[in-house]
């Protein structure tokens, strides 16, 4: 640390405003899990899917408890630890506690409102099309899925499905629909529905980037009757009830006439969606807010509040101030700012661990950069920079450095078994750009064959966090011979550069894991274009692995599965995650059933059950 400039750095414990980054996603395919169950940072992209747990349910089927039931034991079947969740309580912060034992369903309030306050807004009210942490937000309390995650015991739970049977062929599922289930529209949900809605992830005229993952997964879908749908999938598919059961459901009825390249300009995808979940849309004012109205006719019961406001603000300070003047009920806290919001009595603080993380990555296209081409150089970049003291001074520590890539709540995670560590060791990042042949120069800077070593990296602007890990870090390179130049830009355009048009040679945003150790979205070179490996990567042994990985249910073989996946992906290093942030929420005290936790989407599971102590 004592190379750095201090001026600099200390920027981090300054302006770090952060929001933590938000979960993302997935689980039902809406992106957000915690950190945010509320979502309200400035942007995090989304997983393909939310993978919760690693067994898939009997071959009996299940119907899970009720939302309300009292929580279950804190592990899951096969031994993963339940996600931290915490009381509301205020000042101290956050104690962990079972989430569904925190719901109060006798006291409820019927009537009133509950604002939330992000940085970001929506992207798209089209499930298929999501691929941002707040579209995940709104999305998932307009539709609903085949299945939810228990966020106690990390299993798969019936939301549009009652039950599901497994055949001894250990591939073919056969859901039972629930009856009587209508759409915002009036419209009646049957299966048609369900397999329009797989197609149409499947289709590549959607622009989908959960395709690559589910047309992997899933040979076929038949409908049997109108409550009766078949899946069948490629082989066995240890997460399929927990990753691809936990997707948004769209209606045929309505975008059935509509071509599948024109879902993302239709207006069911941009100011009307319908679908069949515990809030309706009432209105859309872009950049400004989403206005949602309880669904009196909600299939799990009436919505007990009147209406929920997605307010986008400028920044996380302001999210900050607006929960304290109670202009806001829920938001995400900065970590710089954590203290000052203890003092806040009308707030309640939620922090807890996450599957959310910090992560970089470079483009592997040499048409696009000539930098990273050497896996030396890129192991080099990881070397230079200090972690522990980025999370300790920007994130003033609240998260953890990442030692591998799965995330510390994982029962995959196994740190003390990777063959590379990434230790802070500018000995050792000299020594490998010297060894790819980048020469230090008379300004400092390193060159090879006449071109020296500068090049953009880009983040969201808006998140001071990130912000903030682009100007140190450049700091940390230069101290090596490198130099690069931060770019910022807003979050919509920036998805685009990094997911569409791989315009980059690097960037850093935030992602999110499910509970499910699978990384096929990623790290799967099938991946690019179809899912978020943005960066290119391409290798043979780390796609088979996690090919494995998805056929295998012993729980241990498993582990030894992605632990070899994990080793090969340091060894190449196609990117870098470098944390694994808390979440922080800030709750108003009158707020009462919505659960922070670290179970993507889980913190929405109960929506209907939201209140507010003052019916207002």
Known sequence: ?????????????????????????????????????????????????????????????????????????????????????????????????????????????????????????????????????????INGLVYDRLTDVDPDTLQPIPNLATKWDVAADGITYTFTLKTGVKWHDGATFTADDVKFTYDSYMNPDTGSQRAGTLKKDIASITVKDPQTIV????????????????????????????????????????????????????????????????????????????????????????????????EADYGSVGADVFDDAKTANNIGLVEYDTFSFTYYGYNLDPAKSVFFQDAKVRQALIYALDRDAMVKRILLGHGSVAQGTMPTLSWAYQPEKLTTKF?????????????????????????????RFSFSMWTNSGNKVRENYLIVMQEFWKQVGVEMKPQFEEFSVFLDRINKNFDFEMFLVGFSWGVDPDQTTMFDSKQKGTGFNSFGYKNDKVDMLLDQGLKTLDQEKRKAIYLDMQNQVLADSPALVIDFPKGIIGVNKRVKNRIPNGVAGSDRNNAHQWYVTDGK
């Open 231 to 326: 899946f069948v999938t490629n082989g066995i598919v240890s997460n399929f009830l927990i990753s691809d059961c936990n997707y948004s459901v769209i209606s045929k009825t309505v975008f059935g006439n509509i071509a599948p390249k024109d879902f993302r300009t239709s207006e069911f995808s941009t100011t009307k969606p319908v679908g069949t979940g515990p809030f309706t849309m009432k209105a859309y004012k872009q950049g400004d807010n989403v206005t949602l109205a309880g669904n009196p006719n909600y299939h799990r019961g009436a919505t007990a509040l009147d209406t929920y406001i997605y307010k986008i603000v400028k920044d996380s300070t302001i999210v900050l101030q607006q929960l304290k003047t109670g």
């Open 423 to 451: 230790t802070y060791d500018t000995k050792k990042a000299e020594q490998l750009l010297d060894e790819a042949g980048w020469k230090k120069g008379a300004d400092g800077i390193r060159a090879k064959d006449g071109k």
């Open 1 to 137: 640390m004592s190379e750095i400039k201090r001026r600099r750095f200390l920027l981090g414990t300054a302006a770090a405003a952060g929001t933590a980054i938000l979960a993302a996603c997935g689980g039902d395919t809406t992106a957000t899990t915690a950190p945010a169950a509320a979502t309200t940072a400035s942007g995090t992209i989304v997983p393909a899917a939310t993978k919760p747990a690693s067994t898939i349910a009997p071959a009996s089927g299940a119907t899970a408890a009720p939302v309300a039931a009292s929580a279950p034991a804190a592990t899951t079947a096969s031994g993963a630890a339940a996600p931290t969740a915490a009381t509301t309580a205020p000042a101290a912060g956050a104690t962990t506690g079972k989430v569904k034992s925190q719901y109060d369903i006798t006291g409820i309030k019927k009537g009133g409102t509950i604002i939330e306050a992000g940085a970001s807004d929506v992207r798209t009210f089209n499930p298929i099309l999501q691929g941002d942490t707040t579209s995940g937000l």
